[in-house]
């Protein structure tokens, strides 16, 4: 059995004794005396581990066999994909690189639901918009050099292509 560390005796002014264990560096229990050591203390983290292994290698081979999930397909096309056809000028020439903003507001009893969506057009000045809900929608157009446009629409059509038209801006004198 563990014996308790010695005490050590200090005094005091005024004549008051007062008594410490001293403890070896080593000893890191809180109350040494009171616990006891085991030969089978440091065996058990190992025993925890090879436990928890041969679990987890046991459980790899079942997950492993379970069905793979079938392979992902290319994105598929959104539902609804407006097209916005930009064109400018007099010879109706495709205006690249125009910024196309589409504005929906769903009205409700508590608070509207506002939705914002801004593409840009191709060389072609095609810009495609997905997943626009079906409704009233405002289409706005800004690119350099032209004036800039903003209409209503209605869409109807999950696959509805709008033609806008830029006019160049009026010459200041």
């Known amino acids: 059995m563990h014996e308790p560390p010695p005490r050590v005796e200090s005094s005091?002014?005024?004549?008051?004794r007062i008594s410490?264990?001293?403890?070896?560096?080593?000893?890191?229990?809180?109350?040494?005396?009171?616990?006891k050591w085991t030969p089978?203390?440091?065996?058990?983290?190992?025993?925890v581990a090879f436990a928890l292994f041969v679990t987890l290698a046991a459980a790899l081979p079942l997950s492993a066999q379970?069905?793979?999930?079938?392979?992902?397909?290319s994105a598929p096309a959104p539902?609804?994909?407006?097209?916005?056809?930009v064109t400018g000028g007099d010879a109706n020439k495709p205006v690249e690189n125009a910024s196309v903003y589409l504005k929906t507001v769903e009205e409700h009893r508590i608070k509207d639901k506002k939705t914002e969506i801004s593409v840009k057009?191709?060389?072609?000045?095609?810009?495609?918009?997905?997943d626009v809900p079906l409704g009233r929608v405002l289409i706005q157009v800004v690119a350099d050099g032209w004036k800039t446009y903003?209409?209503?629409?209605?869409?109807?059509?999950?696959?509805?292509?709008?033609?806008?038209?830029?006019?160049?801006?009026?010459?200041?004198?």
């Open 12 to 16: 005091l002014s005024f004549s008051t």
């Open 20 to 35: 410490c264990p001293i403890r070896s560096p080593l000893d890191v229990s809180p109350l040494p005396w009171t616990m």
């Open 40 to 47: 089978m203390r440091p065996y058990r983290s190992s025993f």
């Open 66 to 73: 379970q069905d793979a999930p079938p392979p992902k397909s």
């Open 79 to 85: 539902a609804n994909r407006i097209t916005i056809e």
């Open 121 to 130: 057009t191709n060389q072609e000045g095609i810009a495609h918009l997905p």
């Open 150 to 173: 903003g209409h209503w629409y209605d869409i109807t059509d999950p696959k509805q292509t709008i033609t806008i038209h830029l006019d160049r801006p009026p010459k200041w004198y």
